[in-house]
């Protein structure tokens, strides 16, 4: 039973639905309930919505029906804190797809909306048009399915600045990731309040690094995150345990079918070797920043391994804590901050740490964004641009510090 649904789940195109999918928000408080969560991990049956981590945050995970009685019941028998979050996640994404189909464009962005893929890259090249002397846009290759993966710079074009680089869209179902990416430039070349923000610094940012698997969520599977790449078995492979940092080292799997699935070596995919090219032909990149969601986590490297930090874990830590207080002082949204590690569990091969150990980069970290609560991926529409809004403002203290560092 178990084999075949691997298959299923690993082959499943158009029409994947989720009916009868529940979302259960899971918090173990010993280490013995962290086990049980990692055992669950293992099983394609269930699939984690947050990474399982070691400071007692809830962690969510949606099951599919036939494991549902079962996982209830452990959970009730061990005393194990939980809730359900979602009750039928096909009716979220249901109502996700009414309103998106429902949506008009008026050829500007607009963040009450989610972009397609060519919607994004269309975007960059309007503002290279409109902005000839602060915008250029150029492509960094094709993804596997032959999609142009475009990133933008943006710099007022006098000396060479050190570089903040933005990536976005590794996971193919978190939406709010390029979304932030897209405010991120719609804030820097659109709103000339914002120019003091590139006197010292220009801003290299990749919005959709997973173009394919992205695209996928929007025409055939809602929840997919890998890349699309085929295997023997399953499709596509987790782009964030695919750098050749340290690779296959832990918290990955060699399972095709798993959602961290490394690939068959490093740097496997097109897209993450698209990235690595890319930062190696930067000059002087000086910062570092990976978009994902959701659970409210910043975090820098090293991810590979438990208890490893960077030399410079201290100022890291200490640009972390600034940055989280003017994002809470906005809405009361709080992050948790630490080592990749010291927050959650290994994962090898991660884009922050080949940003660090592969590329050399300073300071590098990631954010994973506020989720949709009742919603999971689902971020509903109306919630971007407040998510936006506030990352936005953090992201600021992040530059100024590292301009002033820099000079």
Not at 12 to 37: C, M, P, Q, R, W
Not at 321 to 326: L, M
């Amino acid at each position: 039973m178990l084999a075949s649904f691997v298959v299923v789940l690993g082959l499943l195109g158009t029409g994947t639905t989720y009916d009868g999918y529940k979302v259960y928000k899971i918090s173990a408080k010993t280490e013995s309930e962290n086990v049980f969560l990692r055992h669950l991990e293992s099983d394609p049956r269930y699939d984690f919505w947050s990474r399982i981590n070691k400071v007692g945050k809830p962690v969510t995970v949606m099951a599919s029906p036939e494991v549902q009685n079962e996982l209830e019941q452990y959970l009730l028998s061990h005393k194990i804190d939980h809730s359900l979050e979602i009750d039928n996640v096909q009716r979220t994404i249901d109502a996700e797809r009414r309103y998106h189909e429902s949506r008009g464009t008026n050829g500007r962005i607009s963040f009450n909306q989610y972009l397609r893929h060519d919607e994004i890259n269309s975007y960059l090249d309007q503002l290279a048009s409109d902005y000839p002397d602060l915008v250029t846009v150029s492509t960094i290759g094709q993804s596997y399915e032959n999609r142009t993966m475009k990133i933008i710079r943006i710099s007022t074009g006098t000396a060479p600045k050190p570089v903040f680089f933005v990536e976005a869209g590794m996971h193919a179902r978190e939406w709010i990731s390029p979304a932030l990416s897209l405010y991120i430039i719609n804030q820097l070349v659109e709103n000339p309040g914002n120019r003091g923000l590139l006197e010292d610094l220009d801003w290299v940012v990749l919005p959709s690094l997973n173009p394919d698997g992205y695209e996928f969520t929007w025409t055939s599977n809602r929840m997919w995150r890998k890349t699309r790449s085929p295997g023997v078995m399953c499709s596509g492979t987790d782009g964030n345990r695919n750098f050749g940092f340290h690779w296959m080292e832990n918290g990955a799997s060699d399972l095709e079918c798993s959602d961290t699935y490394a690939g068959k070596e490093a740097f496997s995919e097109v897209e993450a070797r698209n990235l690595r090219d890319i930062l190696d032909a930067t000059d002087n990149i000086v910062a570092f920043i990976s978009i994902h969601s959701y659970g409210q986590y910043l975090f820098y490297p090293y991810s590979y391994d438990v208890g490893l930090k960077p030399d410079n874990w201290q100022e890291l830590d200490d640009l972390a804590h600034k940055v989280n207080d003017v994002i809470s002082a906005i809405n009361g949204t709080e992050y948790t901050i630490g080592s990749s590690t010291e927050v959650m569990y290994p994962a090898a091969g991660c884009s922050d740490d080949w940003a660090m150990g592969g590329a050399g980069i300073d300071i590098v970290y990631v954010y994973e964004l506020p989720g949709g609560g009742k919603e999971g991926f689902d971020l509903p529409p109306e919630r971007i641009l407040p998510v936006c809004i506030e990352t936005w403002e953090g992201i600021k203290v992040m530059a100024d510090s590292i301009a002033q560092d820099a000079k």
